[in-house]
């Protein structure tokens, strides 16, 4: 079971889309991936939570986040070996690890934690809570936006992650992620 969490060796330059819910991960990761003609892995968490809704009206509890993860990292290797060059990430795990800790009382399983932080990517991008949010069947804490970036930006410092924060309207977003990228591709 531990391998399912194993990200596969790659020279893809991976991007991680990271932040809050309702920043535009979704959308900048489509953008990208269409930029530069590859994959994006979406997030699974969202496929796999929306069922769960449709089912039996149930929200995110602990016992789902291992699931979630073993989709999103079966996603993320299977794409792997179809992108060209450039790998554009809807979230990680580590994302998921934040998000266990902010809504189970700063718990995660040890299994999740340890894959979150072996697991390595080129760059993250940290989006802004600049853009409105929108409601949908699994989204639910639109007070709580500035808590939740704080605490996006606090993860990816303490982990050491190379990132930046994309702030602005889309076209803004794209252009400053597409000349970060660029400099990774050149610098190849």
Known sequence: ????????????????????ESTG?????????????TYWVPE???EYLQEKWNRVQKVCEP???????????KLENMLT????????????????KVYSEAYYVGQCDPLLEKFALENTYDL???TYIDIPWEADDLRDKPDERERMFAYFNDTLKR??????????????????????????????
């Open 159 to 188: 982990y050491g992650r190379n990132f930046t924060i994309l702030k602005g309207n889309k076209e803004e977003r794209l252009a400053e992620a597409i000349k970060h990228i660029d400099h990774l591709l050149n610098n190849l």
């Open 63 to 73: 016992h789902d986040l291992l699931p979630i993860a073993r989709g999103q990292m």
């Open 25 to 37: 991960k979704t959308t900048l990761s489509q953008q990208l991936a269409e930029h530069y003609n």
């Open 1 to 20: 079971m531990e391998e399912s969490l194993k990200q596969e060796p790659s020279d893809l330059i991976k991007v991680v889309l990271f932040g809050p």
């Open 81 to 96: 070996k179809k992108a060209t060059n450039v790998l554009i990430c809807d979230t990680d795990l580590l994302e998921t």
């Open 124 to 126: 993250y991008f940290l």
């Open 44 to 46: 699974y968490a969202r």
